[in-house]
C-alpha cells in the first residue's frame, strides 16, 4: 500500500454509523448466512457475496460466548482409559458423590459462559436417566440408582448463571457390541413417532414428531428428545465425527436429528454440522488467520456429512473463487486441560500451566474462534485441586488484564466503547489509518479490535498498530483478519497516542469495538544447572505437559520479556552493576 493512499480519520466527523442494517442502500445484495455461486460470478461478485455473509443470531450468541468449557465424564473415569469398548459393566462407574456446583464455581471463576456436557461418550453409556436404555447411570449404585448427572449440572448451571450444552456421541459401541443392539442392525426405514412413549414415565413435554428412520435414528431421536426437553434450555448440541467401530452400514439420519433440534432448542448451535466447525486439532493450536466465511462443494445447510477441515488456509480469496457456496461457520478451538479427555490420576496425568490456557485463551478468542476447554472430573465427583487453581489463575488474569479500556477517556468515538454491537462506525474507505489520542500517557501492550461481524460480516483483510514514541511512529504488531475479535499482542509500550491502519480489506471495515489494555505479564520459573565443565546454564522451566503439543513459545506470547540479573560470587544482583540477559535469550548466558 502506498504511503499516499494512507490518511487519518477523525471519529466524530468522518465515521459513518451502522444500525445493524440488513442491505445496504447502494448493493443489491443482501446480508443472510449463506451464498451459491453462479456460473457468471466474477472474482469481484464472489468476494462481495463473502462480505455479506453474517452469522445466525445463535452463532453470534455463541461467539459472544468465547470461552467455555466440556466435561468428560463415565467409566473411561473409572477405568483410566480414553475409549471404552461399550462391554463395560455399568457397575465399573463407581461413583460415590457428586459436586456440580464445585465445577460450576471454578468455570465461573475461570471466566467460562457455557459449559458442555458428554452425556453419552462412544462407549454408549448415558449420564442420565434416560426411557429407552439400561446401559447407564440407572444401572450402577450412585444414589441407588436414581442419580441423574445431567440433571444436578443443569441446576447447577442455572445457579451460577452458565449456558448448558450436550454431547450425544453419534457412535456408540454398547449398541454395536449388544447382541440386541440397534447400531447397525440393519432395520427397515419406517416411519416412526418421536418420542415413543416409555410406560410409567411420560414427558411433559407433549409435543411428538414423525420421521421415517431405522431403529438406530430413533433410538437417537428419542435421547435427543429426553436432552433438549427436560433439563433446561440447551444452547448447543455436540457432535463428535470420531467412529470407533461401524457395523452393518449404519447411516446418520442428520436430516431428521437437524429438524428436531431446531424444533426443540432453536438456540442451540449445532457442532460438527453447519453451525460450528472443528478448529482441526485437540492440542489449543490456533491458525493465525482464521476466517469464518467459507468455501463449500455443496449446500451446507442441506449437508449430511462435514469433512474435517484441517488446512492451514480456509477463506483466504484464491479458496473462496473455486468455491459453489460461501457460509458462515465459525471454529471452535477444543482442547483439554489435562492430558487426555478423561480423568486419570492426579500424579502421572500432568495439567497444562495458567500461563499455557491463558496463551490458548488469548490466541483462539483473539484469533477470532472460541476457546473450548475440557476440564474431567476425578473419581471423586469433583475437578481436582490443581485443575481449579489453574483455572482460578487463569480467570484472574482475564478479569485483571481485560477489566478497563485505556481508550475510554480518549478522542475515540463512543459507539466503539460502548460495548453495543448495534453501534458501529465505518471507515469510509476500504484502507486508512485511525488515531487515537489520549490525554495521558497510558501503559499498553494488548490492543482488541472487533469488527461488525453481525451486520456488516468479515472485511479486513491485514492491518497494524502503531504507538507514537519520541516524536514519530513505530509500528508494534501486525496481523492478517480480525473477524469477531483480534487481539494484538506486543512488549508493553507508553505512549499518548496510537494508530490502527488498515492495509487491506474485502469491503469498507465497519468496526464493533476497539480497546486498549495492560495484561500484567510474570516472570518465568527458572532451572539452573551447571555442566561438566563448569558452565553454567538458565532456561525458564518447561512445561511437562506431553499431550498433542502445539508447539507455541507460550513466554515469547505472552511477551515475558523479563531481564535476569545474576552475580557469580554470592552477592546481592543489583540492575546497575551486574550482568544481566533477556528471558527470551537466557539458554547458556552465563
Known amino acids: 500500500m502506498k504511503r499516499k493512499l494512507m490518511f487519518a480519520l477523525c471519529m466524530s466527523s468522518f465515521f459513518t454509523p451502522i444500525y445493524a442494517q440488513k442491505q445496504m442502500k447502494s448493493d443489491a445484495l443482501v446480508f443472510k448466512n449463506t451464498y451459491a455461486i453462479e456460473v457468471q460470478d466474477s472474482k469481484k461478485d464472489i468476494i462481495a457475496k463473502a462480505v455479506h455473509i453474517i452469522p445466525t443470531d445463535k452463532q453470534y450468541e455463541a461467539l ?4 467455555i468449557a466440556f466435561i468428560h465424564f463415565g467409566p473411561n473415569t473409572f477405568t483410566k482409559m480414553e475409549w471404552g469398548s461399550g462391554t463395560e459393566d455399568p457397575k465399573i462407574f463407581d461413583l460415590k458423590h457428586l459436586d456440580t456446583d464445585q465445577w460450576c464455581a471454578a468455570m465461573k471463576a475461570a471466566g467460562m459462559k457455557k459449559v458442555i456436557f458428554t452425556a453419552k461418550h462412544h462407549d454408549g453409556f448415558v449420564l442420565w436417566q434416560s426411557r429407552y436404555t439400561k446401559h447407564g447411570i440407572m444401572s450402577t449404585g450412585f444414589q441407588q440408582g436414581q442419580g441423574d448427572i445431567l440433571r444436578d449440572l443443569s441446576q447447577s448451571c442455572k445457579k451460577y448463571g452458565l449456558k448448558l450444552g450436550v454431547y450425544l456421541s453419534p457412535a456408540d459401541l454398547y449398541q454395536i457390541e ?36 431405522d431403529d438406530y435414528n430413533a433410538y437417537f431421536l428419542n435421547q435427543l428428545f429426553e436432552l433438549l ?23 446418520y439420519n442428520y436430516a431428521a436429528w437437524r429438524d428436531l433440534i431446531s424444533n426443540l432448542a432453536p438456540k442451540a448451535v449445532v457442532f460438527g454440522k453447519e453451525d460450528i466447525r472443528w478448529c482441526g ?7 493465525s488467520t482464521e476466517w469464518n466465511v467459507i468455501p463449500f462443494d455443496a449446500d451446507p445447510v442441506q449437508m449430511e456429512g462435514f469433512r474435517d477441515l484441517t488446512d492451514e488456509d480456509l477463506g483466504s480469496r484464491e479458496k473462496l473463487y473455486s468455491a459453489k457456496f460461501l457460509h458462515y461457520q465459525q471454529a471452535e478451538t477444543n482442547t483439554s486441560i489435562r492430558e487426555g479427555w478423561f480423568y486419570r490420576d492426579d500424579v502421572y496425568q ?9 496463551d490458548i485463551y488469548e490466541r483462539s478468542v483473539g484469533g477470532n474462534s472460541t476457546f473450548l476447554l475440557n476440564i474431567p472430573p476425578n473419581r471423586d465427583g469433583r475437578f481436582s485441586d490443581e485443575d481449579v487453581n489453574v483455572l482460578h489463575a487463569v480467570g484472574e488474569r482475564i478479569a485483571l488484564g481485560y477489566k478497563n479500556n485505556l481508550l475510554t477517556g480518549s478522542n475515540l468515538d463512543k459507539s466503539l466503547l460502548d460495548n453495543n454491537d448495534k453501534t458501529n462506525k465505518a471507515f469510509p474507505t476500504e484502507t486508512g489509518e485511525l488515531i487515537v489520542s489520549l490525554p495521558h500517557k497510558v501503559k499498553l501492550n494488548r490492543l482488541v479490535i472487533q469488527e461488525a461481524v453481525h451486520s456488516s460480516g468479515e472485511r479486513i483483510e491485514q492491518h497494524a498498530l502503531d504507538i507514537w514514541k519520541d516524536g514519530k511512529w513505530h509500528q508494534v504488531a501486525t496481523a492478517t483478519n480480525v ?8 512488549p508493553a509500550q507508553e505512549t499518548d497516542r496510537i494508530r490502527l491502519r488498515v492495509l487491506a480489506s474485502r469491503a469498507t471495515p465497519v468496526l464493533a469495538g476497539l480497546g486498549a489494555y495492560y495484561v500484567p505479564t510474570r516472570p518465568p520459573q527458572l ?5 561438566r565443565e563448569g558452565k553454567v546454564s538458565i532456561y525458564p522451566v518447561k512445561s511437562e505437559f506431553g499431550w498433542k503439543p502445539h508447539h507455541e513459545d507460550i513466554l515469547k506470547n505472552l511477551n515475558n520479556d523479563f531481564e535476569i540479573y545474576y552475580t557469580e560470587d554470592g552477592t546481592i544482583p543489583r540492575r546497575w552493576y ?13
Open 64 to 67: 459472544k460466548d468465547e470461552f
Open 178 to 213: 449388544n447382541e440386541k443392539g440397534l447400531y447397525g442392525n440393519q432395520s427397515v426405514y419406517t416411519e416412526r413417532m418421536i418420542p415413543e412413549r416409555a410406560s410409567g414415565r411420560p414427558f411433559k413435554d407433549k409435543r411428538t414428531f414423525r420421521y421415517k428412520v
Open 229 to 251: 426437553t427436560e433439563y433446561g434450555p440447551i444452547h448447543e448440541v455436540w457432535f463428535d465425527g470420531a467412529h470407533p467401530k461401524t457395523k452393518g452400514g449404519q447411516k
Open 281 to 287: 486439532n485437540e492440542s489449543g493450536k490456533t491458525r
Open 350 to 358: 500432568k495439567v497444562r500451566s495458567a500461563d499455557d490456557v491463558f
Open 483 to 490: 473477524g469477531y475479535k483480534r487481539i494484538l499482542r506486543f
Open 527 to 531: 532451572d539452573i544447572a551447571r555442566d
Open 578 to 590: 551486574n550482568s544481566f540477559c533477556n528471558v527470551s535469550e537466557i539458554q547458556r548466558c552465563i
